[in-house]
């Protein structure tokens, strides 16, 4: 068995002194894992990083062996962002969660196509967060947990929605948010308007996509968020606030 | 092949760096084969090393002194500090001869992926000695790995707190090599990192 597709380097474990368990993610084959030789050695330590676009071969003698990967770069996204705390936290916690979340060998185009544009657009700045969270949006719809953002759960309404419930992941208006709007999450224009949001904005689209990944995509598997995501939302909550 | 000595001494040969089961029987064979004049010195050697070495209450490096003999060493530059990964990339450094101040070993980096976290990391000592005085630069000689830069963005993060300037080791182009046969993001780092001549 063997096939050959563009893909994205997810995470690496290490195995013996110069090898790597890979986890990969291709549009064709979803998140897949194999067996990287060298992975760790001096000349290809610098293709497998997370986050790299890679054209991928993987070889196994049956399917559902772990089977060995080999793979060469098309784009170098994990070094373009290394000397940005906030681009390589976004490149961490995408590949985190997509390694965590997503379910191993079960194709997943549409996630595969956003995490590809996002990691080969993220030296752009920081405006990628918009991105970012529309990305995990997908992904939560992907896993059969999308959020409904188009109208009120409790009275239908189109317009001036702030609101989400974080029970049903629905859109809650302000004035069916009444007194409850403390324990509702808050919706940032920027997902319904198309604009282009801003550091609060991309906070609260944070903790909202992270509220409903921590307890549908991980929580279902009793485990909890990936440390990079929360390092994420942890640092654009500083930026914000002008922490940091 | 011989008996459950043998057997015992290649299996945990085997489990050195570089070893494998059929290295391993080589070297054990050689040992074998003159005792008297390898395996007991290397015996020997290998019982006075384990007793004797001990990490530097300071820097983290492996010795047979506390405070190593980097640490005790009064003709070092006090005023740096180079923090590396590992032991190996402090010798590493020794062999090299291009750093003549202090280190500190983290012992490892910050894994996101693989959830090695902050605690898992020592500290501590770094920054009682910044918050002794008389430190002016930490060099951060951490790997060009996802990991190592971010474990590099998090300890600027914590070290911007002290009056010391935190630098970097240079990434890019490594001496001998040509521009054609050098990775994608290596060519991606040098020019990055490009400076006035």
Request: with cysteine; hydrophobic share 45%.
């Amino acid at each position: 068995m063997e096939w050959e597709a563009p893909g994205i380097i997810l995470d690496l474990r290490p195995l013996g002194e110069g090898d790597s368990v890979a986890t990969v993610m291709t549009e064709a084959h979803g998140t897949h894992r194999g067996l990287a030789r060298g992975a760790q050695s001096r000349s290809r330590a610098a293709l497998w990083q997370p986050g790299n676009l890679v054209q991928l071969r993987w070889v196994g003698r049956l399917e559902e062996q772990l089977g060995s990967l080999t793979a060469e770069m098309v784009h170098p996204a994990a070094s373009l962002v290394m000397e940005d705390r906030l681009l390589l936290g976004m490149l961490t916690a995408a590949c985190a969660v997509a390694a965590g979340a997503l379910i191993e060998r079960e194709p997943q185009p549409v996630v595969f196509g956003g995490l590809l544009r996002l990691l080969a657009r993220l030296p752009a700045g920081p405006q990628m967060l918009n991105e970012h969270i529309r990305w995990e949006l997908s992904l939560l719809a992907a896993l059969g947990f999308g959020l409904d953002l188009s109208h009120c759960a409790v009275t239908g309404e189109t317009v001036d929605l702030p609101y989400v419930s974080p029970r049903t992941g629905r859109a809650v208006s302000t004035a069916a948010a009444g007194v409850w709007r403390d324990r509702l999450l808050p919706l940032p224009a920027f997902l319904r308007d198309n604009s282009e949001g801003d550091l609060p904005a991309w906070r609260d689209g944070l903790r909202l996509t992270g509220t409903f990944i921590e307890r549908d995509a991980f929580g279902s598997h009793h485990r909890p968020l990936p440390q990079a995501r929360q390092a994420l939302y942890d640092m654009v909550q500083a930026l914000a606030e002008g922490r940091s | 092949m011989g008996g459950p000595e043998i057997e015992r001494l290649v299996a945990l040969l085997a489990k050195l760096p570089g070893f494998g089961p059929r290295s391993a029987r080589r070297a054990a064979l050689k040992l074998l084969q003159q005792p008297e004049l390898r395996m007991l010195p290397l015996a020997v050697a290998l019982a006075e090393a384990a007793r004797a070495t001990k990490a530097c209450g300071e820097c983290g490096n492996l010795d047979s002194r506390d405070p190593c003999s980097i640490c005790a060493d009064l003709h070092r530059d006090r005023h740096l500090v180079c923090v590396v990964e590992q032991v190996g990339d402090l010798w590493a450094l020794e062999r090299a001869h291009v750093h003549r101040g202090l280190y500190h070993v983290l012992g490892g980096t910050l894994s996101a992926l693989a959830g090695q976290r902050p605690e898992d990391l020592s500290l501590h000592p770094l920054l009682a000695r910044l918050e002794a005085g008389g430190v002016t630069e930490v060099i951060l000689a951490l790997g060009a790995t996802v990991d190592g830069a971010t474990t590099a963005h998090w300890l600027t993060d914590r070290l911007k707190s002290f009056d010391v300037a935190i630098t970097r080791v240079g990434q890019g182009v490594p001496m001998g090599g040509a521009l054609d046969v050098l990775d994608d993001g290596t060519l991606a780092a040098a020019l990055r990192t490009r400076r006035a001549v």
